[in-house]
Every structure is written in C-alpha cells, then in structure tokens.
C-alpha cells in the first residue's frame, strides 16, 4: 500500500468533521485524536518522500 499525503490528510479532515457532529466531550477528543494521527502520518510521508505541502 503506498500512503499519499494527500488522502491523508482528507482522513485527517472527516476525523475533524467527525468531532464536529460528536454529540459529547469523550467522543469529540476521541475524534480529534484520530485527526492528529492521520495529520501526523501525512507529515511523516511526505518527510520520507521528500516533498512538503
């Protein structure tokens, strides 16, 4: 599987969007962690490939 920094970071936007719409505090930072990860790992990608937004 090749990782694009790209749709990564559309991961990182619909986590974002995700805990926008969450209905409680537990469920919002839930989302948002996923969203840094997801940010993180395009981060990390593009690093590697050697090209940054």
């Known amino acids: 599987m090749v990782l694009d920094g790209e749709k990564l970071r559309k991961e990182a936007t619909e986590a974002r969007q995700m805990a ?11 989302w948002l962690r996923i969203a ?18």
């Open 20 to 30: 926008d719409a969450a209905s409680n505090q537990q469920d919002k930072d839930f």
């Open 36 to 53: 840094e990860g997801w940010l993180k790992l395009a981060l990390e990608t593009e690093e590697l490939k050697g090209k940054r937004p």
